[in-house]
């Protein structure tokens, strides 16, 4: 068994991925390390980090038997060592829903809108602000058009009767749009989950502006 105090995560408090993580850390009431990573100052390309993680992304969780990246791997991962409370469903068409909603948007959404791509679009395609919006705000609604019709119409979680993946996932993405102008009013469904999301205790102590490397926009 993993001893939860030796969870160290790296991330960035602005991040997506290290934010659905910080979720799931926060939701099975772990012990955890947080060392920052600058994304903005370039620090996930510097050499220290990429002896970390060699794809130079974060998260990062190094544990005593290891080191692992990618927030699903990671939740599943916290999911093996710490079950309850369990995050994917063992089976059925619960653990089905769950991962349809994290993938759609871990892999369709959020990989088109993290801070690379918007850096690529900017520096070396030299997309204007206005253009980099627009592509931003497209492939959001791309995604979130789909998912709306996936989620129950209540104020509750995405799946069933308890947090899971599914909401790991959508909270932060849904506080990156809205920190981008994105337009959700379409989406009542989306907000009203996310609402609920943030009423919780763990979902508040896992925000960007909870952690220790938060700077104000």
């Not at 979720?23 to 390390?33: F, G, S, T, Y």
């Not at 290891?66 to 991962?77: C, D, H, K, P």
Request: hydrophobic content about 40%; aromatic content about 10%; glycine content about 6%.
């Amino acid at each position: 068994m993993i001893m939860s105090e030796q969870f160290t995560l790296q991330g960035f408090f602005n991040s997506s991925a290290s934010y659905r993580v910080r979720i799931a850390l926060e939701l099975k009431e772990l012990k955890w390390q947080y060392m920052a990573v600058n994304l903005r100052k370039g620090e996930q390309n510097e050499s220290w980090f990429r002896e970390i993680n060699p794809s130079g992304l974060v998260p990062s969780l190094e544990y005593r038997e290891g080191r692992l990246s990618q927030s699903l791997a990671i939740i599943e991962l916290l999911d093996r060592v710490h079950p309850e409370p369990r995050l994917l469903p063992l089976e059925g068409p619960e653990r089905e829903r769950v991962l349809e909603i994290a993938l759609l948007i871990a892999a369709d959404v959020h990989p088109l809108n993290n801070l690379r791509v918007l850096k690529y679009l900017t520096n070396i395609l030299k997309a204007t602000d206005a253009q980099k919006s627009a592509w931003y705000s497209h492939w959001v609604h791309e995604g979130f058009q789909g998912l709306e019709q996936m989620l129950p119409d209540h104020d509750g979680w995405c799946v069933g009767f308890a947090p899971t993946m599914a909401d790991c996932c959508l909270v932060p993405q849904v506080a990156n749009a809205t920190r981008m102008g994105v337009d959700l009013s379409p989406y009542p469904r989306i907000r009203r989950i996310v609402e609920y999301c943030n009423s919780q205790p763990a979902f508040q102590r896992a925000m960007p502006g909870a952690q220790p490397d938060y700077v104000p926009a």
